[in-house]
């Protein structure tokens, strides 16, 4: 299993300003995904993050206002950029381990945007 | 990616067994059926995953048709903590999760 902590947990932010959460996991792991949770809705898959290379984004998510970094196999970084309240959500990492099908989540961090 | 057909909603009584079933005619050979689930307020938990045959793990049963155009999930006895919404997702090993709207399941006491 892996073990995946997020900073922060929860976020209040102005409008026109970025965050930064952390993804941390207790394990080296080949794939690293950020998701997003709008309120009362489903997940959706934002990137896939690749370590040592670019993130590769789904539809409808630009680099630009999600950057991603992967440093190395147990750290990811997600920055939402120049923020609007339709971005006030649920941000939550994942995780896939090696020879094993299952994914691990972290809590997710409640980002509000005034 | 393959599409999926959910119940929004399901009740079950504590102690009995819960049926959540999932359409996805439109998977591939090589897919294959996850499911999860999301615990309010808490990141999404894998349950159990299968290619062709039935599965079953501590947490439930997975039933998958000869066609594999369908699948059922089985809690053998509910409890109230498995109030949650449960994820069918098609996919391949390792690969990134599509998740649909999934079923609420009310597990009731």
């Known amino acids: 299993s892996a073990v995946i902590s997020q900073k922060p947990s929860r976020d209040i932010c102005q409008r026109g300003t970025s965050l930064t959460i952390q993804c941390q996991v207790d394990s080296q792991v080949t794939m690293m995904f950020w998701y997003r949770q709008q309120p009362g809705q489903s997940l959706t898959l934002i990137a896939t993050?690749?370590?040592?290379?670019?993130?590769?984004?789904e539809s409808g998510f630009v680099i630009d206002k999600f950057p991603i970094s992967r440093p190395n196999l147990t750290f990811s970084t997600l920055t939402v950029s120049n923020m609007s309240p339709e971005d006030s959500s649920i941000y939550l990492c994942?995780?896939?381990?090696?020879?094993?099908?299952?994914?691990?989540f972290g809590p997710g961090t409640r980002l509000t945007v005034l | 990616d393959a599409k999926t057909t959910q119940p929004p909603s399901m009740d079950c009584a504590e102690g009995r067994a819960a049926n959540l079933p999932c359409n996805h005619s439109t998977i591939s050979g090589n897919e294959y059926v996850y499911w999860y689930r999301q615990i309010h307020s808490q990141g999404p938990q894998y349950i159990i995953h299968g290619l062709k045959n039935n599965e079953t793990n501590e947490m439930a049963s997975l039933i998958i048709t000869e066609d594999r155009k369908s699948s059922t999930l089985i809690l053998p006895h509910a409890t109230l903590r498995d109030t949650a919404v449960y994820y069918c997702i098609p996919g391949g090993a390792t690969n990134k999760l599509i998740f649909g709207t999934g079923t609420l399941l009310a597990v009731q006491p």
């Open positions: 993050a690749n370590q040592g290379s670019e993130a590769t984004y």
């Open positions: 994942s995780v896939a381990l090696v020879r094993a099908n299952e994914q691990f």
